[in-house]
């Protein structure tokens, strides 16, 4: 006989802690074995889907902590020093630009377009240095923004501050404020520089 066996409860004919085998049709016998086949097949995939479970990510906060350290260092030190001239009917400006890895850059302007002329690789430790003469000149202190017909400015761009002075003229000229007249004939001559052969650069 096929069926499958049942423990009597307390008030069932069968002794209590026997058990009683009840027989099944056909219907229930294969309901039962395919219910068995599918438990089967359910601990089976159970089983190979299983996987290790990952290494655990580095804290957070110490990520953080070191991407604000790094980024801040690495902007910190780079900077542009901008010298520039120009105006009057066409609004063309000629500028050297001065990057503190070493770039220098001629280019043009106008009518906000902007084309390289020239570019090179000087002396980061010279245009530092530079840096370093314009700060001790006193010129951040000041705020001259002069303009005229023509204008020349100079600026330092850094991660975190800008600075800009301008005055009327082209050049160093009578307009220009005291405190960066010698700081620009040094850094304009360093700019031309880059308009000679390398062998008579700076």
């Known amino acids: ?40 097949l359910a601990l089976i ?16 906060s110490a990520q953080a902590d070191s991407a604000a350290q790094a980024k801040p260092e690495k902007a910190g030190r780079a900077f542009s020093l901008i010298l520039s ?27 906000g377009r902007d084309t390289i002329l020239a570019a090179g690789m000087g002396s980061p430790d010279t245009i530092l240095s530079l840096r370093g003469k314009l700060e001790a000149s006193g010129a951040l202190s000041l705020h001259e923004n002069e303009s005229g017909n023509m204008t020349t400015r100079v600026e330092l761009k ?17 307009k220009t404020p005291p405190a960066l007249k010698t700081w620009y004939v040094e850094a304009d001559a360093y700019c031309q520089s880059f308009q000679l052969p390398a062998s008579e650069r700076k």
């Not at 609004?91 to 890895?101: H, K, P, Q, R, V």
């Open 85 to 111: 001239s120009g105006g009057g009917f066409a609004g063309l400006y000629a500028g050297c630009t001065l990057a503190s890895d070493g770039t220098v850059t001629h280019w043009q302007r106008f009518r």
């Open 45 to 60: 995939l159970s089983g190979c889907e299983r996987k290790p479970s990952p290494l655990p990510d580095p804290a957070p």
């Open 1 to 40: 006989m096929t069926g499958i066996f049942e423990k009597p409860g307390p008030d069932a004919t069968t002794p209590l802690g026997q058990w009683r085998l009840i027989s099944l049709s056909g219907k229930e016998r294969r309901s039962q074995v395919a219910y068995r086949l599918l438990a089967i």
């Open 158 to 174: 850094a991660a975190d501050s800008t600075y800009s002075w301008s005055w009327s003229g082209s050049g160093v000229n009578e």
